[in-house]
């Protein structure tokens, strides 16, 4: 039976940003509700939605909400999941969410603006140097973004993603200043980390599984390149070679061109030289990408008995210190809903994490377990190994659970509800 200070139920809102995540949980009280947004951002929104989407989304939130925010989840720094919360131009979606007023910020611990002085965790010489490494790198980012604009004059296959992986991890200052200062209350939060909202959040119970400081793991600081066991992408390591690098955004033999074009004879080499560079800017963007997603936070949230697992762009290196904790392992049997990883790419669901699910299964029931994923195909991998969404991940989902992706809304229809 339902505690009278427990929420009863709680009710899912998943809004269409394309390639990005923007959810809104409503948990509904016998006399009150109270509002928790999940991040909030976009790399990019369906052919033929509204250009000013994260606008109307950030509006129907507000609406939703009665202008008051109780939480405010930001799971990490890519575009993809905080660029709603920017603040530029006079109507942004920004300063909407600021103004619902939530009482309290929730980020991973590396966006503690005092993560560097904090000796705690880990020696305060390695936390400063992987916080200014992700920011250098993201300053190396947004320097190969720029670089894409000149490269245009040449065919690669490997170009679009470039872009896409610039952007993505471009430092988002505006945004992040504002989740900064939106609230009086802000936790950076670490694996372990004993977080109680019930003060806001009455009868509800949240576990912090990820991510885990570098004194737990020092795995998010690495890469993967390839685990049949649990992936359902390969990818190469260029760590060292990435803080090395630099871009300064300038275009390949700028002082060859004649008229703004390459002389006949050498049109061939630098059609290649340009392939080759572009694949290397985007290896090494990819590093990065990496990095940020495995500082995602991964959230467990409980009330009477449902629980809710919110793991971001958690990847398996984000992961691995939490599965093998018996008390979050025990945890994660009883899911009731999963906010898949990463879009569906496929080192975000780790298939120790999937087996530990009980809920599946393969005929549909009031118990059986939800799924749902924000994504977009075709942003992010354009081949088998590295698609986004991951088709056999999606096959998965499909066959043993309630599966739900942003991609089935019909144009003009900018969310869809699901509740526990």
Not at 10 to 24: E, H, K, M, T
Not at 88 to 102: Q, Y
Not at 272 to 286: I, N, S, Y
Not at 334 to 357: C, D, E, I, Q
Request: charged share 20%.
């Amino acid at each position: 039976m339902a505690n009278s200070s427990s929420p009863s139920s709680v009710a899912i809102r998943s809004y269409q940003v394309g390639f990005g995540d923007c959810f809104l949980l409503t948990f509904l009280y016998p006399d009150k509700k109270r509002y928790v947004l999940v991040d909030f951002g976009t790399n990019g929104t369906p052919e033929g939605n509204d250009r000013e989407q994260l606008l109307k989304i950030a509006q129907d939130i507000q609406h939703q909400c009665g202008a008051k925010l109780h939480v405010v989840v930001a799971t990490h720094r890519h575009k993809d999941h905080i660029s709603g919360f920017s603040t530029t131009g006079t109507e942004s979606p920004g300063r909407i969410i600021a103004d619902c007023h939530p009482d309290i910020v929730i980020q991973p611990w590396t966006e503690d603006p005092d993560a560097k002085t904090n000796a705690q965790e880990a020696t305060q010489g390695r936390v400063e140097n992987f916080t200014t490494t992700l920011t250098s790198m993201q300053g190396f980012a947004g320097r190969a973004f720029a670089e894409t604009r000149h490269l245009r004059r040449f065919s690669s296959p490997a170009l679009g993603q470039l872009s896409f992986a610039g952007q993505n991890n471009l430092p988002n200052l505006s945004a992040v200043q504002n989740l900064r200062k939106m609230a009086k209350t802000r936790f950076y939060v670490n694996c372990g980390f004993a977080l109680d909202l019930r003060e806001v959040l009455p009868g509800v119970n949240i576990w912090v599984l990820g991510p885990p400081t570098l004194k737990q793991s020092d795995r998010i600081k690495k890469e993967t390149r390839s685990d049949p066991d649990e992936f359902w992408l390969q990818q190469a390591n260029f760590w060292k070679l990435a803080t090395r690098a630099h871009s300064d955004g300038r275009p390949l033999f700028r002082n060859t061109l004649v008229g703004g074009r390459f002389p006949l004879a050498t049109r061939w080499f630098a059609g290649r030289a340009a392939q080759v560079r572009t694949d290397e800017l985007f290896e090494l963007v990819r590093i990065l990408d990496k990095e940020m997603n495995n500082t995602s936070l991964i959230l467990l949230m409980e009330f009477n008995g449902k629980r809710l697992l919110l793991p971001g762009d958690a990847q398996i290196e984000n992961w691995s210190y939490a599965l093998q904790q018996p008390k979050y392992t025990d945890l994660l049997q009883g899911v009731n809903l999963y906010k898949v990883g990463h879009h569906g790419s496929r080192n975000a669901t780790p298939k120790s994490l999937w087996k530990l699910f009980q809920n599946k299964s393969p005929r549909p029931s009031p118990l059986r377990l939800k799924t749902v994923v924000s994504t977009m195909a075709g942003k992010y991998g354009k081949n088998p190994e590295t698609e986004v969404p991951r088709s056999t991940l999606v096959s998965e989902l499909k066959d043993e659970s309630d599966f739900f992706t942003t991609q089935e809304l019909t144009k003009g229809v900018f969310y869809y509800d699901v509740s526990i």
